[in-house]
């Protein structure tokens, strides 16, 4: 699975932006989508995760309530709205596929993209 990410961008705290992840080379919907964020000097972290069908997501307690992972099967592509955005939310976004149905919060994704950068200013 080869996965494109776009849509990352300099915006102001408490400011939105909407991240997009198109992948292409298998079946879309035989994976597991996550998304993942490395700020500088930090190891990454997961952020989100949702099942084959987008009907079941987790989201870690950092961005929970302020981001939204959903799919698009039809269009091969994961998206992640984050509103509400902080400083501390500054970071290169990453997604992530894992082969699998249910969600997952493990970091052994099979296959990750090249990362969008968000920077947020104070």
């Known amino acids: 699975v080869q996965l494109q990410a776009s849509g990352g961008g300099l915006v102001q705290a408490g400011g939105s932006l909407r991240l997009s992840c198109a992948a292409s080379g298998r079946t879309f919907s035989n994976y597991v989508m996550g998304w993942f964020r490395q700020a500088p000097g930090n190891e990454r972290e997961f952020i989100t995760s949702i099942n084959w069908r987008g009907a079941s997501t987790y989201y870690a307690d950092s961005v929970k309530g302020r981001f939204t992972i959903s799919r698009d099967n039809a269009k091969n592509t994961v998206y992640l709205q984050m509103n509400s955005l902080k400083p501390e939310d500054t970071a290169l976004y990453y997604c992530?596929?894992?082969?699998?149905?249910?969600?997952?919060?493990?970091?052994?994704?099979?296959?990750w993209g090249q990362g969008t950068k968000v920077t947020v200013s104070s």
């Open positions: 992530a596929a894992k082969r699998g149905s249910s969600y997952y919060t493990g970091y052994d994704y099979d296959y």
